[in-house]
């Protein structure tokens, strides 16, 4: 039961163009989702979060947009550039005991292309 | 400051043997996550330590798999009898706490494990 999805596996978008990358979650209790971007042969790198009491965080050209009753959530990033072609993993994390474990997507890969 | 660390990056070794597998987390980071990310999908948890303990390890496979972090700071995953299904990169992450914005966790580079 995946509870974390990321149903496009690839996107490509022109330079300077908008990238909306997408996410669905079917856990009700998730109150914290994370953004990551993964280069090969790298970890993963933080990019942006957002608590479930807010539905906009932005930073800079990134801004991620969480539509709670959809349980869907979006990274727009604005404008694109090539350095952004990277594996985006969609995860969020419920409170559970003391335990705070991620769950992530299976991840979206997105190309810029110049 | 120095990020989350993995050593090594590399390991091959054979069905049967033993492996281990090192993380140095963030200064101050109290909590400290094992994942184990198989290809073309996202990282699965493992084990999560808060200070010494092993607070949660209901993501480990099966028995085979064991970890430690005995001062509360390095932490080191240790897998008995590898098989050629435990082949993935191996990453080890870490965060302030478990609570706000403190939840966010940083990765390290990860231990590609490849059993042969």
């Known amino acids: 039961d995946q509870q974390v999805k990321q149903n496009s596996p690839s996107l490509s978008v022109q330079e300077g163009r908008i990238s909306i990358l997408n996410c669905d979650y079917t856990n009700s209790m998730f109150d914290y989702f994370l953004w990551y971007k993964k280069y090969p042969a790298e970890g993963p790198t933080f990019l942006i979060s957002i608590s479930s009491i807010k539905d906009k965080n932005e930073d800079g050209r990134f801004t991620v947009f969480l539509n709670k009753s959809a349980k869907h959530l979006s990274l727009h990033i604005v404008p694109s550039q090539p350095g952004d072609s990277a594996v985006y993993f969609c995860?969020?994390?419920?409170?559970?005991?003391?335990?705070?474990?991620?769950?992530f997507g299976s991840g979206t890969q997105l190309t810029v292309l110049p | 400051g120095a990020g989350v660390s993995q050593t090594p990056s590399n390991k091959v070794t054979e069905k049967g043997k033993y492996v281990e597998l090192r993380c140095d987390p963030i200064?101050?980071?109290?909590?400290l996550y094992w994942y184990r990310q198989s290809l073309g999908q996202g990282p699965e948890f493992l084990i999560y330590?808060?200070?010494?303990?092993?607070?949660?390890d209901s993501g480990l496979p099966n028995d085979r798999f064991f970890a430690v972090r005995p001062e509360g700071s390095v932490s080191t995953l240790k897998i008995q009898r590898t098989e050629r299904g435990d082949s993935a990169v191996y990453l080890c992450a870490s965060s302030l706490g478990t609570s706000g914005g403190r939840v966010t966790q940083y990765f390290g580079p990860g231990t590609r494990l490849t059993v042969l």
């Open positions: 995860a969020a994390t419920a409170p559970s005991g003391s335990a705070r474990q991620l769950t």
């Open positions: 200064s101050g980071h109290t909590a």
């Open positions: 330590f808060q200070g010494t303990g092993a607070a949660d």
